[in-house]
Structure formats: structure tokens, C-alpha cells
């Protein structure tokens, strides 16, 4: 049995008349094997990306999800040079996401997506022979956490929320072994509900917290709330902006 690294953001998003910001309880987070975004726009079976060495992260019977829609699910026919084919005409555009899910074809009933078994192992606790997460499926507690633990590599996610609608996707999240990075790191995932008009989901990995204040100081310059801030020690200047705010 070998000790393995940990991985932890918080999902936040605003409910309500008045459009607060609270945290997200019940929500699923699927941790997904890494998959890649699309160089060029699309609508056949061809789905092209930057190099071959992103299209080798796919295989031949992987079933993948072009952006959050759950009508995009395909699966893989072939792969040659910088891109895939897949079962079906599927419209992408450039940059969007495709998501690597694994073998398994997910159970899609009523626009709700249940994808079984990725190609992912994650785990309960801090060593290899755990328990597992069944689905690769973590779901939020009461203060917006997901936490799991899994070997060191680079990982998708797509979260839904408690209806289990798909709502927004986290790409290139990284699990390292790098003590020093762990403690250093800190991640909040805002979330689009009705009530902000026009925020967007914010997707980002450990070296992009900073982007994440921003988003919220421009928040809570529009509402005036108060808010518990996560940050980094490399966001002191920022973090102090937003308490000021808070305090206003």
C-alpha cells in the first residue's frame, strides 16, 4: 500500500431573490480522465485538435462528450494524427472541450447523464488501497467541498448539480505528489444560477486562484455581501481588496 496525493475544491454559487453567494450541497463532481480541447469548429465526425499527441490521449472505443451537452456523447471509430473519429456527426466548435469518459456508454435519460465506470480510479483516503469512489463520483457536502485522493496525474471533471444537470466542466485539474504544491494551492469553483446575470462559470486548476478572486471582488462590488474568501499566499495584495470590500 503507497500513500497518494489529494485534490479539494469548493463549489459556490448564487441562490435566491437577491442572488447570494452560498455553497452547493448535493452536487456531483465526475473526475474524469484528461481529455482535450478542439483546434477548429466542426459538425461531422471528425473532431480535430492542436497535435497528435493530445489525440493519443484517446483510444478506440472511448466514449467522449463534446462540451456539457449530454446529446453530444459519441463514441470513438478511429484515431490518425491530430484527431478522432467518432460514431456520428456531432457540431463542435474551436476550443470547446471534449471530454474522455472511458469504455462505458453512459446512461442518458430525461437530458440527465450518468457516466459509469471513467477511466479514473479515486479514492476515499490517503492510500492506495482504500476505498474507491464508484463512478469516479464525488458528491459536495454541506459547505460545497469535494475532496478525493488519487495518483498523480492530470484530470477532467464535469459537475452537476443536484438534479444531476451537467453545469459546468474543471479541465487539466492537477493531482501531484509535490507536498510543497499542496499546501500551497486553493481552488473555489462559482457556479451560474439565475440571479448574476452574466457570470460564467469559472474554470480553473491550483496556479489560477488568483483569477478566481478577481471574479469575486467584481461580485461583491455588485452586491456588497459578505464572503469568505479562499486564496493562496501568492494573492495577499488581491485577498486584502476583497475584505475591504466585505468590511464595507
Known amino acids: 500500500m503507497a500513500s497518494i496525493p489529494s485534490l479539494r475544491f469548493d463549489i459556490t454559487g448564487a441562490s435566491g431573490s437577491q442572488g447570494l453567494l452560498s455553497p452547493k450541497e448535493g452536487w456531483r463532481a465526475y473526475i474524469l480522465p484528461r481529455g482535450a480541447h478542439a483546434s477548429q469548429d466542426s459538425t461531422g465526425e471528425r473532431i480535430t485538435f492542436d497535435s497528435a499527441d493530445a489525440a493519443s490521449r484517446f483510444c478506440k472505443n472511448n466514449w467522449v462528450q463534446v462540451g456539457l451537452s449530454v446529446s453530444n456523447i459519441r463514441k470513438i471509430t478511429a484515431i490518425g494524427g491530430d484527431s478522432i473519429s467518432v460514431s456520428g456527426a456531432v457540431t463542435v466548435a474551436e476550443n470547446e472541450r471534449v471530454f474522455l469518459i472511458g469504455n462505458t ?135 486584502d481588496q476583497v475584505l475591504e470590500v466585505c468590511d464595507a
Open 105 to 239: 456508454q453512459p446512461i442518458v435519460l430525461d437530458n440527465v447523464a450518468t457516466y459509469e465506470t471513467p477511466n479514473t480510479i479515486i479514492h476515499k483516503r490517503d492510500d492506495d488501497g482504500s476505498d474507491i469512489y464508484e463512478n469516479s463520483v464525488v458528491t459536495s457536502n454541506v459547505t460545497g467541498l469535494i475532496e478525493f485522493f488519487a495518483n498523480p496525474d492530470l484530470y477532467d471533471c464535469i459537475l452537476q448539480d443536484g438534479k444531476q444537470v451537467n453545469q459546468g466542466g474543471l479541465v487539466n485539474l492537477l493531482v501531484t505528489g509535490d507536498t510543497q504544491l499542496q499546501a500551497g494551492g486553493a481552488m473555489t469553483c462559482i457556479v451560474p444560477t439565475i440571479g448574476i446575470a452574466g457570470l460564467d462559470l469559472i474554470r480553473v486548476a491550483d496556479d489560477q486562484t488568483q483569477l478566481i478572486l478577481e471574479e469575486m471582488l467584481v461580485q461583491l462590488k455588485v452586491m456588497n455581501e459578505h464572503l469568505s474568501v479562499v486564496t493562496d499566499r501568492e494573492n495577499d495584495e488581491l485577498n
